[in-house]
């Protein structure tokens, strides 16, 4: 019934050089998406990825346990002294997001451009 | 006096999880046909959804024999939505996420379902059936019809 959760990864470089690893997710982040979100973000390597961008254009639904997920994420990746940044939220999951504190450690921008500029 | 009204429409959803998205999409379209702002309709969707997820997991414990119950109820400036299982109830209160705790390991990164259901409603109560089954949450969302 929960739209399957697919993701991809995508290595940029930032206007000010820096590379950049673009996790982009389609469909539900639920309890169903820890292999599509975790998975993938732990098959990268910690040393040559520092920069982590992810992609929420795609997704139509995000529920708490999906959140959650993306905690996780955000623990793993404090632990390996990468920093995430996040684009592609509608209004209201920017609200829910910042309501549960998740912009304390994952900065938001509205699109991928506007993410890269900052990186 | 006037005579207040109120329109019915009810859903019972299997208790698998998915399900959810079922009264979410439900009252979405209530919640449009009565004229809510979207970003009501969002934040409605997102505490019904959260409330399914409650009675679906914890209330009926995945129980695939026992359906959620989801009455929503149109009145003239508010909308509630009463989301039954059969579990014994919440026992516990929301709290607020504390994200560095959960950051530290000293809080699940889960369990936040409640404290949204509860930031983005009007109303939210949650009450136990006398029985030990049979309860609900009860949520109540307004049509602010000043606001642009």
């Known amino acids: 019934m929960q739209s399957e959760t697919k993701s991809r990864v995508d290595q940029i470089t930032s206007p000010a050089g820096h590379p950049v ?3 982009r997710f389609e469909g539900d982040i639920a309890s169903t998406s820890k292999e599509a979100v975790l998975g ?4 990268l390597p910690k040393a040559t990825n520092k920069l982590i961008l992810l992609d929420f254009t795609k997704v139509d ?20 002294g990468q920093k995430v940044y996040a684009f592609g939220l509608s209004p209201h999951f920017v609200k829910v997001f910042t309501m549960v504190g998740i912009t304390k450690y994952a900065g938001l921008f ?3 451009a506007e993410a890269m500029a900052a990186l | 006096m006037s005579e207040r009204r109120t329109t ?8 698998r999880m998915g399900f959810e998205k079922v009264a979410m999409s439900t009252a979405a379209s209530v919640a449009k046909l009565m004229g809510f702002r979207d970003d009501r309709v969002e934040d409605l969707k997102t505490a019904v959804a959260e409330a399914c997820i409650n009675a679906i997991e914890h209330g009926n414990r995945l129980n695939e ?6 009455i929503l109820s149109a009145g003239e400036d508010s909308l509630e939505v009463k989301v039954i299982d059969d579990g014994k109830g919440m026992m516990n209160h929301p709290s607020k996420p504390d994200i560095d705790r959960k950051m530290h390991g000293q809080e699940d990164p889960r369990g936040m379902g409640m404290f ?5 409603v009007d109303e ?15 949520l109540v969302i307004r049509l602010d019809k000043d606001a642009g």
């Open chain 2, 116 to 120: 949204l259901i509860q930031a983005l």
């Open chain 2, 8 to 15: 019915n429409v009810e859903v019972r959803l299997p208790s």
């Open chain 1, 21 to 23: 690893t673009v996790l």
């Open chain 1, 61 to 80: 639904y995000i529920n708490s346990s999906g959140i959650a997920l993306v905690i996780q994420l955000l623990i793993e990746a404090s632990n390996s």
């Open chain 2, 65 to 70: 024999k026992l359906s959620v119950g989801v």
């Open chain 1, 110 to 112: 509205p699109g991928q």
């Open chain 2, 124 to 138: 939210a109560e949650w009450v136990a059936g006398t029985n030990g089954k049979s309860s609900y949450v009860r």
């Open chain 1, 40 to 43: 993938t973000y732990q098959a």
